[in-house]
């Protein structure tokens, strides 16, 4: 089983900046792509971007130019940069690992954007 910890969400003013980080249990080497979704009350969940093995990056309409997914294998980590946030950005972040036989996701942290 592997666990993905996020951390870094919190209450910030519209504007401003924050950083996720997910942090897997072990190497981020054998999943085929990692990335981040969100999800809002009453809505499915829904992609904000994703990295693959090999660092190809996509992201979704709302997050291009403004959020930023990278990540650290020697630290089982993949980050999510976001700046400019607005108030509709207010969700549960969660991690997610794809790999070839599993799919794996983290508890979720909340991100509030005030106005």
């Known amino acids: 089983q592997v666990q993905l910890v996020e951390s870094g969400g919190g209450l910030v003013q519209a504007g401003g900046s924050l950083r996720l980080s997910c942090v897997a249990s072990?190497?981020?080497?054998?999943?085929?792509?990692m990335g981040w979704y969100r999800q809002t009350a009453g809505k499915p969940r829904e992609l904000v971007a994703v990295i693959t093995s090999g660092s190809s990056t996509n992201y979704s309409d709302s997050a291009k130019g403004r959020f930023a997914i990278s990540k650290d294998n020697a630290k089982n980590t993949v980050y999510l940069q976001m700046n400019s946030l607005k108030p509709e950005d207010t969700a549960v972040y969660y991690c997610?690992?794809?790999?070839?036989?599993?799919?794996?996701w983290g508890q979720g942290t909340q991100v509030t954007v005030s106005s």
């Open positions: 072990r190497s981020i080497f054998t999943f085929n792509r």
């Open positions: 997610n690992a794809y790999g070839y036989v599993a799919e794996y």
